[in-house]
């Protein structure tokens, strides 16, 4: 099959959609939308997320060392297309969109009680890659939406209708 040069950007797909959420050491909670979410190892269990060092969850993240990775359901799209437009510098866009919030198992951090998985992590490492600081976390809690959860623990995804 004949190829073509297509442009030099990041083309890896798919990608899960993702709203990470943290809270500072003033007690003030956000949440963005990230576009670079993945497994970074499975033994121990590691998830990573990209985020700009310009947004405000960033600092968040520096300083309480923790993030919950929140997988939101198609039911969600409004809550991730506004966490995605808005800036905590501007308001507290969680409150602004009725999100509703509920403290992490093991990391204090909120979670998006309204998305059906929430992946609840630890800060180990991060690395700067240009634009973005890959931050790998430590996978120390995992939750989901009770009819998604199956006998042996694993979640079966394909009833997630995730976005």
Do not use: W
């Not at 966490?83 to 999100?99: C, M, N, Q, T, Y």
């Not at 890659?129 to 959860?149: N, P, Q, R, Y």
Request: glycine share 6%; charged share 25%; with cysteine.
């Amino acid at each position: 099959m004949e190829k073509s040069t297509a442009a030099i950007r990041p083309v890896m797909q798919p990608a899960p959609k993702a709203i990470v959420s943290s809270r500072n050491k003033k007690g003030e909670n956000n949440a963005l939308v990230v576009a670079y979410c993945c497994n970074c190892s499975y033994d121990p269990p590691m998830a990573m997320v990209g985020i700009v060092p310009s947004r405000y969850s960033y600092d968040m993240i520096k300083e309480s060392g923790v993030f919950v990775v929140n997988l939101p359901a198609k039911r969600n799209k409004a809550l991730y297309d506004y966490v995605g437009s808005h800036s905590r510098r501007d308001g507290d866009k969680l409150a602004e969109i009725g999100a509703t919030l509920r403290e992490g198992e093991k990391v204090p951090a909120p979670v998006l009680a309204d998305c059906p998985i929430h992946i609840e992590c630890e800060v180990v490492d991060s690395i700067r890659t240009g634009s973005h600081e890959m931050f790998v976390g430590k996978i120390v809690s995992v939750h989901a939406d009770k009819e998604l959860v199956q006998e042996d623990g694993s979640i079966d995804f394909s009833a997630a209708d995730l976005l």
